[in-house]
T-cell receptor, first 114, second 113 residues
Framework: DAKTTQPPSMDCAEGRAANLPCNHS???????VYWYRQIHSQGPQYIIH???NNETNEMASLIITEDRKSNTLILPHATLRDTAVYYC???????????????FGTGTRLTIIP | KAGVTQTPRYLIKTRGQQVTLSCSPI?????VSWYQQTPGQGLQFLFE???????NKGNFPGRFSGRQFSNSRSEMNVSTLELGDSALYLC????????????FGPGTRLTVT
């Protein structure tokens, strides 16, 4: 799995868009980008994944650069409940057939400021 | 549908004892993975079970073991507990075949004194 680099911490004002960057310069052509988040003392929660196209779901948007060496997770209207550690993971997808292991880095601690 | 459940949620044990943690996956999911989370090492993969068979294993000593039952429920066991085993133990489930999302339980907080 490709190595990822994320800032250790970020602040964002409530109601504003939170933009979380992730670099993965060694990503391979068949590797996907995943984002999970972990709210304090809970299990990680899946947010979104993508290969090369931008993706959007009810939680967030994922913007992947054309060279695929970095991406940005966007939480469009951050709320206090979005305060969490956000993990960017790069791995071959999908999960399954004995390949369920997720390798978590140190993530970005996002704090939403009232 | 009900999420992944783990029992107990909190546990205090003494060095040298053993402990068994339980995980019930989402209904219909046949794969259960276990992770250990500590402040120093972060989230680390322990092992994964599918249809009562261990398919993948992380880099942990043999004191850490697991099993899975025919109803997909899983247990993990840690023998001869050490202080460093104090951690949040998380389990996660997937269908085990082809999926993009791993569903995590709330974890069991183990404290070894």
């Amino acid at each position: 799995d490709a190595k990822t680099t994320q800032p250790p911490s970020m602040d964002c004002a409530e109601g504003r868009a939170a933009n979380l960057p992730c670099n993965h310069s060694t990503i391979s052509g068949n590797e996907y980008v995943y984002w999970y988040r972990q709210i304090h003392s809970q299990g990680p929660q899946y947010i979104i994944h993508g290969l090369k196209n931008n993706e959007t779901n009810e939680m967030a948007s994922l913007i992947i650069t054309e060279d695929r060496k970095s991406n940005t997770l966007i939480l469009p209207h951050a709320t206090l409940r979005d305060t969490a550690v956000y993990y960017c993971i790069v791995r071959v997808a999908p999960l399954g057939f004995g390949n369920e292991k997720l390798t978590f880095g140190t993530g970005t601690r996002l704090t939403i400021i009232p | 549908k009900a999420g992944v459940t783990q029992t107990p949620r909190y546990l205090i044990k003494t060095r040298g004892q053993q402990v068994t943690l339980s995980c019930s996956p989402i209904s219909g999911h046949r794969s259960v993975s276990w992770y250990q989370q500590t402040p120093g090492q972060g989230l680390q993969f322990l092992f994964e079970y599918f249809s009562e068979t261990q398919r993948n294993k992380g880099n942990f000593p043999g004191r850490f073991s697991g099993r899975q039952f025919s109803n997909s429920r899983s247990e993990m066991n840690v023998s001869t507990l050490e202080l460093g085993d104090s951690a949040l133990y998380l389990c996660a489930s997937t269908s085990g075949q082809s999926s993009y999302e791993q569903y995590f339980g709330p974890g069991t907080r183990l404290t070894v004194t």
